[in-house]
């Protein structure tokens, strides 16, 4: 693995040509994604600035240009109508002023009377690197292009960690004001998040207190990425906690995890109902965030980061990583948040090809088993063996993934098994495969599994077992991987 020195890692883009020769060398990969955004070079991780806007979804992700590490991020621009095919837009922010001299870090969008509001962190350090994190502010321009405030919204507060990021922007008309959740560190490392208000989008910000999650004054120490949706009159808060192992998540420290309840913007109080789920049981699903705007007050679209921090990907070797989730729309059904990708992935269907034990790089699986235990071996050798192994155990209603058996390992110290308990009998497995991902949706959206996979090219067959219905789609490519920069 290359080691980067922090000069090259905070490299300031003068020009495109620094990373043409990357653009054209990474574009010919095996594990390009087809139908997944992707980054244009070098490494993308958060989805940033979600939101419908004019007939247009606009979607940013954090970009470091340089290559598979995380260093100098800058938000990359892309654009859809139909939240499946995505255009480059080329750079959305680039971190070029005083207060984000070493990185525009995550953040959220919202559309108000035909503008589109961005707000994201500026990652200021000094030159001993110590770090000041700004809450700043930008506006979609005429021409398409993000233009920032040329001052920071408000600064970081002294009495919590520097850990103070990713303002997510949400409008209260109840109280007719917009807030700002802030993800947050307190000074005895847990992790929370801080809240803003202000009557106007880009003025007037006074900070209006810590959020209260009752039961939840200590989980994890430091709570990334925060968003909060109503679905259906249910609150969800969502949010990716750190430094901490949780239950089932083998030894991983970063999870993204998800309460439903009420948030009372009196108190700044969310009151959870039950405890604290997984979004995704996957190896690999971070800081999810949510559109902004979607205009339909019982779902939510979300899109999330495959990847995780901290981990390393086999890619690297070709100087890039990443990728975002499909999106996918959220619903509140008999109390219970259910998870199913956005009805136009369906378009991409190509063809139905005949379950015959071969797998294709890009393609959409449905499959049914019959009752009691079941296994779905994806990527597996021409013999069976190996792969990406999925068992139900029909008596505890669990699925187990096993990823071991894949000719390219990775992150095997964070744990290469997991588990995604259901709540009902597994009936139906909805799997996307691209290039380089997996995302796997158990009974109509009940819980979801996503996780990168790199088949070596003797790993394209896969076994189920018997009795088990098998349909199988070729999907068509949906994003434009051209050098837009
Ligand atoms: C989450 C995160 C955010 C931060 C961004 C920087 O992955 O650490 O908290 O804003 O990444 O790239």
């Keep these: 693995m290359k080691e980067w020195t922090r000069e090259e890692r905070y490299r300031e883009l003068k020009s495109p040509e620094e990373i043409r020769e990357l653009y054209e060398r990474i574009k010919t990969s095996v594990y390009r994604q ?78 108000v009377d035909g503008s589109l509001y961005f707000y994201y962190t500026g990652n200021h350090r000094d030159d001993n690197w110590v770090r000041t994190p700004y809450t700043c502010a930008a506006v979609l321009d005429g021409e398409g292009k993000l233009r920032k405030l040329p001052k920071p919204l408000f600064g970081p507060r002294d009495d919590y960690e520097e850990h103070q990021r990713d303002p997510k922007i949400v409008w209260n008309p109840e109280k007719q004001k917009y807030f700002i959740f802030i993800g947050a560190q307190t000074m005895d490392k847990r992790g929370t998040v801080l809240i803003y208000q202000s009557e106007k989008l880009l003025e007037g910000w006074s900070f209006a207190g810590e959020l209260s999650v009752p039961g939840y004054e200590k989980f994890g120490g430091m709570w990334e990425c925060p968003y909060i949706v109503n679905i259906s009159g249910t609150d969800v808060l969502i949010f990716s906690p750190q430094y901490t192992k949780l239950p089932g998540r083998a030894e991983s420290t970063n999870h993204n995890v998800y309460f439903l309840g009420k948030m009372d913007y009196d108190t700044l109080t969310f009151t959870p109902q039950g405890g604290y789920k997984y979004l995704d049981f996957g190896f690999d699903f971070y800081a999810a965030q949510g559109a902004a705007n979607v205009g339909d007050p019982d779902k939510a679209i979300l899109i999330s980061w495959i990847g995780l921090p901290d981990n390393h990907y086999p890619t690297e070797e070709e100087d890039w990583e990443g990728s975002m989730t499909l999106p996918r729309e959220l619903r509140i059904v008999d109390g219970k948040l259910v998870q199913t990708p956005v009805a136009a992935v369906e378009e991409l269907r190509e063809k139905e090809i005949p379950a015959d034990g071969t797998l294709p790089a890009a393609c959409e699986m449905e499959v049914c088993p019959k009752a009691g235990d079941f296994d779905l071996n994806l990527f597996t050798k021409a013999d069976g063996s190996g792969g990406f192994r999925l068992h139900y155990d029909g008596a505890k209603k669990v699925c187990t993934v096993d990823r071991t058996g894949m000719d390219k390992r990775f992150n095997q110290q964070v744990g290469e098994v997991l588990e995604m308990p259901l709540e009902q009998d597994l009936r139906k497995l909805r799997v996307f495969i691209d290039r380089s991902s997996v995302e796997i949706f158990a009974n109509d959206g009940e819980a979801t599994f996503t996780s990168h996979s790199y088949p070596t090219e003797r790993e394209f067959h896969y076994t189920v077992s018997a009795g088990a219905s098998v349909k199988i789609w070729t999907l068509k490519p949906s994003v434009t991987d051209d050098f837009v920069v």
Excluded at 39 to 63: E, I, M, R
Excluded at 83 to 92: K, P
């Design 34 to 111: 087809t139908y997944h955004v992707q980054p244009v070079t070098g490494l993308s991780s958060d989805p940033n600035g979600f939101a419908l806007h004019q007939g247009k979804w606009h979607l940013c992700y954090q970009w470091c240009p340089w290559g598979a590490v995380h260093g100098l991020k800058y938000w990359y621009h892309v654009t859809s109508t139909d939240l499946m095919h995505w255009r480059n837009e080329g750079i959305g922010l680039q971190p070029d002023c005083e207060y984000d001299n070493r990185g525009t870090h995550s953040g959220s969008a919202i559309s």
